[in-house]
DNA sequence: CTGAAAGCGCTTACAG
DNA sequence: CTGAAAGCGCTTACAG
């Protein structure tokens, strides 16, 4: 088990640590023949450089921490599991590892810091949904490279990545009105994350630039909680605004989980879908090409969003003096069976 | 960003750098009252210890790696996730970090194998699914304590954590069998998948003891496929068997993403289910509950098969002479609407 | 172009 | 019980 070091190959190959270190690190300024009779060296004994000392002496290790919400690693849906794969195929593309970690909901301060923040295992961090302000505040505090995804706050000044939700949210209303819908309900779980709200905003503009409706009869269409986003909240706010003297023909849920409750309730009320309601949901995760029929939705390249956030924290670890960034990532409206329309082809959308 | 060592620890509490080691690594023989004072620097400066340099000077890291096939990332399923998050929450929890690698295939030999198996970044790995070969050769040639999940090798001697498959699948038999049906019928993909061969043995053993069925009627209603089981293999399989002269009158899907392949079939065919016929899957995915009526279905602790794994390795990392060691995770019949039968009240299985 | 030396921040025998 | 010293396996000025 014990293998080669540093030291060994030299002495094979005739020549110091430091020519072999400037072999393997590929610089300049080494003849080729010397180059040579390194790399044989390493061939042949299989060396490879221990992580942990390149780590120590470099004081950075090529390694990146992804901060999840407990809550979120309880939801069924993986919508920040995807992320969290898209980001660590990106991180193991560029050469690093990527560490996990749980952020404790609530936050207690010193105890719940993730370790390897501590003990610097990682050169800097992707805070994926949303995540403790205390937690937050420490990061800057110690001026922890860090990028934000699905989720920003007032006046916190780091790099973004983030989902066009307005966007998304406008067509797939625009999309529904296409079909003739008037009456078009709102439902919504989480309702105080910055995603859902910008989807709300989306669904207003649109309600209001059609039919010039009154904030008050947008506000009757409207079901908000700020519970996380669920099947249960979908149903409820799916019931309460059907039962309604003059309901919904079509519901926009928030995300797909809680138009998965929409279902339930329409189901319950006997109501058929898109005949008797059309329902448009939002994420496109699993769940949706599982239902029947089928659900309508906006896509959310997923893995991408954590691609681009290692691409945003790679590039700030390497230029730490550059101008924050924000990128935006745009959707893809989804046609399947729950509100008409002709069906969006189905390839896979990662 | 540059933050205290141990040395300015050491040199605030008037002690040596040897004795700052002692305290953190809690070791006896520290007088109370310099333990102390060590302590109340190590607060005052937020010290914390490197782990570059404690895996440097140790020789180890506190880090596991979990290698998955590629494939597993592409299934919609999150199967192999749920196995993962539950290794990390383990890991995280006795204090090891976990490293995560796709392991290519095809494989090839040296190019592919996990950075962190060369550069010593782990301790140790966990192996889930299946891997290639000539992977598990170079861990076997190097020495490296390994677990394998849900999968084995004749004659790779290590440590595993698998399914009860064979229970699992006789209780779900069973069950089937106590609501009535005779002809059972079986449809699998994957089918050199050891869990899947145990599943399907399942089937095989109960078909035999409880009709005496000859191997050719077994066979007759049995579709097997050696590509990845998924909803289109469910799908080809269902159609196949529920075209014969005389149809099943329930399909025991290898799993639940067969299962969903034979609804499309049994819907394409205008069979109700459970009237029609009868669905069972296995290993309780979400999608389980999405479909409708909801799958009745064998589940899985998936998290418990990660945690397992990661009890199982460090185990071995703690005490590498012991014999090695295989556990079985017993697997749980959760009857929904796809087959009749009073429903098994819904808890949340993790 | 190459080597000797110091340093990264820890741990661990070994003295005392 | 405590400290001085060496070592873990790299990288990086600095000489030459």
Known sequence: ??????????????????TVSLVINDRTNVSPDTRRRVLVAIEDMEYYPRHSARHLALAKGGSIGFVLTEQFFRVSEPFYTKILLGAEFEAAKQGFYTLLSRAKEPF??????????LDRSVDGLIVAGRAPKRLLKFIKEKKIPCVLVDFKLPSYNTNHVLIDNLSGSKEAMNHLISLGHQRIGFVA??????SILERYEGFRQVMKEHYGNSINDIDKLTY???????????REGALELLRLPDPPTAIFACNDATAVGCYKAAKELGLSIPDDLAIMGFDDVDA??????????VHIYKAELGKEAVRSLVDRLENP???????????????????????T??????
């Open 1 to 18: 088990m014990m293998s080669y070091t540093i030291r060994d190959v030299a002495q094979r190959a005739g020549v110091s640590q430091s």
């Open 108 to 117: 207690e301060y010193p105890k719940d810091i993730p370790r390897f923040l």
């Open 189 to 194: 779980g989480s309702s105080t994350h910055p």
């Open 224 to 234: 908000l909680n700020e519970e996380e986003a669920s099947p249960q909240i979908g």
């Open 288 to 297: 949706s090409t599982h239902l029947d029929p089928d659900l309508s939705t």
């Open 321 to 343: 003096d550059q101008p924050l960034k924000t990128k935006i990532i745009s959707t893809k409206l989804i046609i399947r069976g729950s509100c008409g329309g002709e069906r």
């Open 345 to 350: 082809p189905e390839i896979n959308y990662f």
